[in-house]
């Protein structure tokens, strides 16, 4: 197993910063990526970025490109996200996940399916 915790969230007003982190325990080394996801009420969980651990490589959702930068320290098992120009629309809870699986194409770490453990999510809230 490997267990994730995020850590991070609060409130902020539009256009602020916040940085999101992922703490990766137990089997790390089973796990190819991280990825972060979303969730606003009422809504379907959504792919924000993710991370490989061994190449950095990485691969964002149209709707944060530009503003939000996803990276990894190896040492410390621990994935960041750092969230800049944020929006009242940003306002959700963010779960980062590990993705097992090896691919050659980035874009398939957008896939909810891929993942097979999550943190429990933080909160993010952005007024406007």
């Known amino acids: 197993q490997v267990q994730l915790v995020e850590s991070g969230g609060g409130l902020v007003q539009a256009g602020d910063s916040l940085r999101l982190s992922c703490a990766a325990s137990?089997?790390?080394?089973?796990?190819?990526?991280v990825g972060w996801f979303r969730q606003a009420p009422g809504k379907e969980r959504e792919f924000v970025a993710a991370i490989t651990w061994s190449t950095g490589s990485t691969y964002y959702a149209d709707s944060v490109k530009g503003r939000f930068t996803i990276s990894r320290d190896n040492a410390k098992n621990t994935v960041y996200l750092q969230m800049n120009s944020l929006k009242p629309e940003d306002t959700a809870v963010y779960y980062c996940?590990?993705?097992?699986?090896?691919?050659?194409?980035?874009?398939?770490?957008?896939?909810?399916?891929?993942?097979?453990?999550w943190g429990q999510g933080t909160q993010v809230t952005v007024s406007s």
């Open positions: 137990g089997r790390t080394f089973s796990s190819y990526a």
């Open positions: 996940a590990n993705d097992p699986r090896y691919t050659t194409t980035l874009q398939n770490m957008g896939l909810r399916s891929r993942y097979d453990y």
